[in-house]
């Protein structure tokens, strides 16, 4: 599909990934004592994974703010600066079934949004900071895969050019040595 113009590829978050962004997010909770209830949604903002350690309600938080970032394609702290302004409704945005607070961010790889992930139970700054440790888990996966497959491509045609330099060089002259005179 590549360099189709009606297309664009995109990496669809795994239940293995979505395990290694729930991992990292509850490790960042844990080594600062917060209890929270994290969010894993893919592209359409459906979760494909939730964890609550947090009040009942931080459920609906969580899965809302991984949907804001997933749907918008923007963290959900600085959406609603970027989209509030004196001229807008302060209830239609207020009222609007997005959450607009801290803690949702967006997974993207080369512009596109693959999932995202949404935090709720500390405050905001915190809820941002834990969603921020999962997409960088998602991120350093994303960049291991294209370090990997990159090597393996300089490794294939290490070994095409020397096939290839091995045909055109013409067979040199094979010597046998004794090592008895007769």
Do not use: H
């Not at 189709?4 to 080594?31: G, H, Q, R, Y």
């Not at 949604?41 to 964890?51: E, F, S």
């Not at 291991?144 to 330099?165: C, G, H, M, P, T």
């Amino acid at each position: 599909m590549k360099g189709n113009a009606a297309f664009k590829e995109a990496i669809v978050l795994t239940p293995v990934a979505s395990d290694i962004a729930m991992a990292a997010a509850e490790a960042e909770a844990m080594k600062n004592g917060w209890e929270v209830t994290i969010c894993i949604c893919d592209a359409g903002g459906i979760p494909i994974q939730v964890k609550r350690n947090a009040f009942p309600a931080s459920y609906d938080i969580a899965v809302g703010k991984a949907k804001t970032a997933a749907l918008f394609g923007r963290a959900t702290g600085t959406l609603f600066d970027d989209i509030f302004d004196e001229s807008t409704n302060k209830d239609s945005v207020q009222r609007s079934p997005f959450i607009l607070s801290k803690g949702g961010v967006p997974f993207k790889v080369d512009g596109v949004v693959c999932g995202a992930v949404g935090v709720s139970g500390a405050t905001p700054k915190q809820d941002e900071q834990i969603a921020n440790a999962a997409v960088a888990a998602l991120a350093d996966l994303v960049w291991s895969k294209r370090v990997f497959e990159s090597e393996q491509a300089d490794l294939l045609n290490k070994k095409k050019f020397e096939a290839e330099q091995a045909e055109a060089l013409p067979e040199a002259p094979k010597k046998r040595f004794s090592l008895i005179n007769n």
